[in-house]
């Protein structure tokens, strides 16, 4: 067992090898593939071989990655505007609907594989939204269901390793679409979001957009308030039976103190939009992905290889094609749909956090959009695990009949 110390700084070592095959491969850059994701599966596949060689596996403990991810989406809360907010209503309803919609091509996609194997039906859940959409936490929890009450033998084993090969094609995926549409399109990010990122990253406007250790430790003091008040938040809602990732309250947290609390006490300014909170989100999610993929164990997929072979190629096939046929255009066709593509790719193959590493290498190389880093986590951390319960409950009553 690696311990949590140990990953850390591996996750860290990964993330400078991703970004030094960018640099010697362009290709890599050209196509928006995120730092880590390059990193983090050679590290896995270095792991793969030392598992190979010796015989005995590698585990790590991921308690760091876990915090770096409420810290992550502590941040995005912290930036959120409630005018963006508020704009984004209309497209969180739409890219919601388009989600529901997706999930069900994905679950009979999903039964499909499983017939075509000579599989239960109910194995299907876990080739579909339990764990491309629902992730490795969903295929987990629902486990012990599928093997237990629908004879699955392997249940949970197949959604956790199905769940693992999506995350790797989610990682790679994005960028290549979103780059598709882009250029297709000729598009370009607003001139207004280009002029917010360069006001807020002119090298000398004020002490407000220097990083500064006075604005690191402001920012890391308004990331801990909100966690401390996501944590109570998260227990409140535990005890009533409602389960909710813990980045969920921290991210609303964030949210609300950003917007309200300087409207009371001036004094008292969020680091929003400062260089500064900036700095410590794209260190979170860099090392956080970073870990992720380099603790997956490659080693575990060898005896489902074909039916998780067909099934991420189909899923693949299907996700592409209603991103690129249906979220895009219905999202408008502008730069701000591509970017939600890519991270349509994370969401619908993936996981939130993959999803957010592919827009930001979108908008890394072609400019911001704000708005999609409001939207997308929003869809896929309140609505999505919902919707997906019933959508599970739904197949497993379907194919059990």
């Not at 399109?185 to 500064?212: F, H, M, Y």
């Amino acid at each position: 067992m690696v311990s949590a110390f140990g990953a850390l700084t591996l996750g860290i070592i990964a993330y400078f090898l991703g970004a030094g095959l960018t640099r010697r491969f362009r290709l890599l850059s050209a196509y928006s593939i995120p730092e880590p994701v390059s990193g983090g599966l050679v590290a896995a596949v270095a792991a793969l071989i030392v598992v190979a060689t010796t015989g005995r596996p590698i585990h790590y403990d991921l308690a760091a990655r876990d915090a770096l991810l409420v810290y992550f989406f502590t941040t995005i809360g912290l930036n959120a505007r409630l005018d963006d907010l508020r704009k984004g209503g209309p497209v969180l309803a739409l890219m919601l609907a388009l989600t529901l919609m997706f999930m069900v091509v994905q679950a009979a996609a999903g039964v499909g594989v499983a017939r075509l194997f000579g599989l239960p039906g109910a194995a299907g859940v876990m080739l579909g939204t339990a764990s491309l959409i629902g992730g490795h936490g969903t295929s987990i929890a629902w486990g012990p269901t599928i093997s237990n009450v629908h004879g699955v033998v392997g249940g949970a084993e197949l959604g956790i390793a199905m769940a693992t090969v999506g995350l790797i094609v989610a990682s790679v995926l994005g960028g290549p679409i979103a780059r598709f549409l882009i250029a297709r399109g000729k598009l370009a990010a607003p001139q207004a979001d280009n002029e917010i990122v360069a006001t807020a990253a002119s090298p000398d406007p004020g002490a407000r957009d220097r990083i500064t250790q006075i604005a690191l430790m402001r920012s890391i003091l308004w990331i801990h308030a909100a966690i401390f008040i996501g944590t109570a938040a998260h227990e409140g809602f535990q005890a009533t039976g409602i389960k909710l990732p813990l980045f969920v309250p921290c991210l609303i947290a964030g949210i609300i103190l950003s917007n309200t609390v300087p409207r009371f006490v001036k004094p008292l300014a969020t680091p929003a939009d400062t260089p500064a909170l900036a700095l410590i989100s794209e260190f979170s999610l860099s090392v956080f992905l970073s870990m992720s993929l380099m603790s997956m164990e490659l080693w575990t997929l060898a005896s489902s290889a074909g039916v998780l072979l067909v099934a991420i190629g189909v899923q693949t096939l299907l996700a592409a094609a209603f991103i690129i046929l249906v979220v895009f255009p219905v999202l408008g066709r502008n730069y701000f749909a591509a970017v939600m593509a890519a991270g349509s790719t994370g969401l619908m193959l993936g996981a939130t956090p993959t999803a957010i590493a592919n827009m930001n290498a979108v908008t890394q190389r072609y400019g911001p959009a704000p708005l999609a880093f409001i939207v997308l986590p929003l869809v896929s951390a309140f609505f999505v695990d919902i919707a997906n319960a019933f959508v599970i409950q739904a197949v497993l009553a379907a194919t059990s009949g």
